[in-house]
């Protein structure tokens, strides 16, 4: 085996690890080729030989003008998922439809502070750094809900870094230790004001959508979100269940 088989063989291991550990998220952009090139003082030939094997093996995917990302688990089918204080809240869990091609349109992300609405939701005082997301998501295409999220930086120190148009926010969270587990749930029907009708493409003679707050703690108990859902209720359908008694 000669020297740039074994330094290939290292590197692929290298970014496969990675990858299992969640270091490099689903969804996540790689460095470049010339900047993996540079890191492992290797040639960026070689670099480019190894991202084929593992575009071939399914761990990566190569889009033309953006760059190489890491490959996110095929889901060519979501299902509907009923709310309850121990189910997962994600978006995904509120689809009716199957083979629904889901994906996000970021409008805007950043740290808020003395904003005592928000810091008395995540049970924080005024002075804590709370980091906002603010997303439209998409059903091939359509906007089907937008989403305002709200979590603290204590937890999330690096969350500026990541880009959650293509990364999930819960596998960046389930990375840190603190994935939301159990949740606190409301649920109304509220009247959509003009942005909500302009991000959702609502009809004119559409005025109500869904609206659901979302409190969501890790396992051990800590608060680590508070989401603000509005939905479209003639493309998502929203089911609560209850514990037998």
Do not use: W
Not at 4 to 33: F, R
């Amino acid at each position: 085996m000669s020297n740039d088989d074994v330094l290939a063989a290292q590197i692929k291991s290298s970014i496969i690890t990675k990858i299992k550990t969640q270091e490099y998220l689903p969804g996540e952009l790689l460095p470049s080729e010339r900047d993996f090139a540079t890191m492992y003082s290797v040639s960026r030939y070689l670099i480019h030989d190894i991202f084929d094997e593992l575009i071939s093996q399914h761990y990566l995917i190569r889009v033309h003008g953006k760059g190489t990302f890491v490959r996110k688990p095929e889901q060519n089918r979501v299902a509907l998922g009923v709310l309850n204080e121990s189910k997962n809240a994600s978006f995904t869990s509120l689809v009716r439809n199957f083979g629904i091609e889901i994906s996000n349109k970021c409008l805007g992300t950043g740290i808020i502070k003395n904003r005592k609405y928000f810091a008395d939701k995540l049970g924080l005082s005024e002075e804590d750094e709370i980091y906002g997301i603010h997303r439209i998501r998409l059903g091939n295409k359509e906007p089907l809900a937008i989403e305002f999220t709200y979590v603290p930086i204590h937890f999330f120190s690096d969350i500026d870094n990541y880009n959650f148009e293509h990364i999930s926010l819960y596998d960046y969270m389930k990375s840190k230790n603190h994935l939301p587990v159990k949740f606190n749930e409301t649920m109304m029907m509220v009247e959509a004001g003009e942005k909500l009708q302009k991000h959702l493409h609502l009809p004119s003679a559409t005025s109500i959508v869904n609206y659901i707050e979302f409190i969501g703690y890790d396992e051990n108990g800590n608060l680590v979100e508070y989401t603000e859902s509005y939905s479209r209720p003639d493309k998502l359908e929203v089911r609560f269940v209850t514990n037998d008694i």
